[in-house]
């Protein structure tokens, strides 16, 4: 380890995944531990947050004793301490939050806040930081959000759009579950639709009529669940009594409907800025329909696209600790009586 790497220790505690990372320079991950709270959360078919806080009290101290053990840092190397203190579940990131002020205080660094969802997006260029042309069009895809930026470098965004109601990936979770799909649903949907007919429904592409460049799922949920249940909601969720085919067929016509919207509403905020680069990151970005449709249309467009590697698009402390990195650069550091926000800046 060069005496000259600047160490970054970040922890990310804003969802279901304890986790601590270390990172050099912004870009060489030296360690990167993930507790995953799925098998807490599955039987309830989403993330219960105080069961979501209580696992992250327990989990914290290992996973950074891990991630630091596993970078073979001592504390004296590292530089600062960074953590995602929002968007999400304010019990969940109050864990993270305070466990990093403990350390930075303990040990005497600058502590760094960094938003979780300009973190998703900083994990697209984590591993290839030399060839973003600017500016560009971020796309962040997750459970939680569902948003467009405009990208004059990673401390300069501004939104251009989210989603009204549901995430992309709440849709993909919640159509699962009517589906009878397993938790999470996003995996189980992506690999049910590879055997599936994607023009076999005509699920609604909301919101493609408008001009804006917000997001809407809901309704296309709303429609898958009709589709199973029928249009008075009356009748009985038929899922059990359907075929693999008739299940394979919806989850793969639901699947690109998600997929269209997409990447239909990255092309036209591309043209609005006038935006050279596609940067995408989020869980969903790890849908290999997604990636393809994506690719498929830079390169129509003759743009460049940066996608997260699959396994850094879902929660991790990494991408936290590549940001941070550059907030450090710039000296924006975070007080001591920093608090976690359910929202985004
Ligand atoms: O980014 P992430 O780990 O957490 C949030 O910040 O929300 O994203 C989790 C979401 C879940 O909704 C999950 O179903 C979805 O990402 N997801 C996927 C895939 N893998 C994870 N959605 C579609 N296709 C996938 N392969
Ligand atoms: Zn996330």
């Given at each position: 380890?060069?005496?000259?790497?600047?160490?970054?220790?970040?922890?990310?505690?804003?969802?279901?995944?304890?986790?601590?990372?270390?990172?050099a320079?912004?870009?060489?991950?030296?360690?990167?531990?993930?507790?995953?709270?799925?098998?807490?959360?599955?039987?309830?078919?989403g993330?219960?947050?105080?069961?979501?806080?209580?696992?992250?009290?327990?989990?914290?101290?290992?996973?950074?004793?891990?991630?630091?053990?596993?970078?073979?840092?001592?504390?004296?190397?590292?530089?600062?301490?960074?953590?995602?203190?929002?968007?999400?579940?304010?019990?969940?990131?109050?864990?993270?939050?305070?466990?990093?002020?403990a350390?930075?205080?303990?040990?005497?660094?600058?502590?760094?806040?960094?938003?979780?969802?300009h973190?998703?997006?900083?994990?697209?260029?984590?591993?290839?930081?030399?060839?973003?042309?600017?500016?560009?069009?971020?796309?962040?895809?997750?459970?939680?959000?569902?948003?467009?930026?405009?990208?004059e470098?990673?401390?300069?965004?501004?939104?251009?759009?989210?989603?009204?109601?549901?995430?992309?990936?709440?849709?993909?979770?919640?159509?699962?579950?009517?589906?009878?799909?397993?938790?999470?649903?996003?995996?189980s949907?992506?690999?049910?639709?590879?055997?599936?007919?994607?023009?076999?429904?005509?699920?609604?592409?909301?919101?493609?009529?408008?001009?804006?460049?917000?997001?809407?799922?809901?309704g296309?949920?709303?429609?898958?669940?009709?589709?199973?249940q029928?249009?008075?909601?009356?009748?009985?969720?038929?899922?059990?009594?359907?075929?693999?085919?008739?299940?394979?067929d919806?989850?793969?016509?639901?699947?690109?409907?998600?997929v269209?919207?997409?990447?239909?509403?990255?092309r036209?905020?591309?043209?609005?800025?006038?935006?050279?680069?596609?940067?995408?990151?989020?869980?969903?970005?790890?849908?290999?329909?997604?990636?393809?449709?994506?690719?498929?249309?830079?390169?129509?467009?003759?743009?460049?696209?940066?996608?997260?590697?699959?396994?850094?698009?879902?929660?991790?402390?990494?991408?936290?600790?590549?940001?941070?990195?550059?907030?450090?650069?710039?000296?924006?550091?975070?007080?001591?009586?920093?608090?976690?926000?359910?929202?985004?800046?």
């Open positions: 380890m060069s005496d000259k790497e600047t160490l970054i220790l970040a922890i990310e505690t804003s969802c279901d995944e304890t986790a601590a990372a270390v990172v320079d912004g870009h060489v991950v030296k360690s990167s531990v993930v507790a995953s709270q799925v098998n807490l959360h599955e039987r309830f078919g993330v219960v947050p105080e069961i979501a806080s209580r696992a992250h009290v327990e989990k914290i101290l290992p996973v950074v004793q891990e991630a630091m053990a596993q970078a073979k840092a001592m504390p004296d190397r590292i530089a600062a301490v960074a953590v995602a203190n929002q968007p999400g579940l304010t019990i969940a990131l109050m864990v993270g939050v305070t466990a990093a002020k350390l930075a205080w303990a040990w005497q660094k600058p502590l760094v806040a960094v938003n979780h969802i973190a998703h997006f900083q994990s697209a260029m984590l591993e290839q930081p030399d060839v973003l042309e600017l500016p560009a069009v971020a796309l962040v895809v997750s459970g939680g959000h569902t948003s467009l930026y405009d990208a470098s990673c401390l300069d965004l501004r939104l251009l759009g989210k989603t009204i109601d549901d995430a992309a990936g709440e849709a993909f979770d919640k159509v699962a579950a009517i589906l009878h799909l397993p938790y999470p649903g996003g995996p949907i992506e690999k049910v639709a590879k055997e599936g007919n994607p023009k076999a429904v005509a699920f609604p592409r909301t919101l493609l009529d408008k001009e804006s460049l917000d997001f809407s799922f809901s296309l949920k709303t429609a898958v669940l009709y589709h199973v029928g249009q008075d909601m009356k009748g009985e969720n038929k899922v059990a009594a359907m075929s693999r085919q008739e299940i394979a919806i989850a793969a016509s639901f699947q690109a409907a998600v269209d919207v997409l990447v239909e509403k990255t036209r905020a591309v043209a609005r800025v006038g935006a050279k680069t596609v940067l995408i990151g989020g869980g969903v970005a790890a849908n290999g329909a997604l990636r393809e449709a994506m690719e498929a249309m830079t390169t129509r467009e003759g743009l460049a696209l940066m996608i997260a590697p699959k396994r850094l698009c879902t929660d991790n402390a990494a991408m936290i600790a590549s940001l941070a990195f550059y907030k450090y650069q710039a000296e924006q550091f975070a007080a001591m009586n920093l608090e976690p926000k359910a929202t985004s800046d």
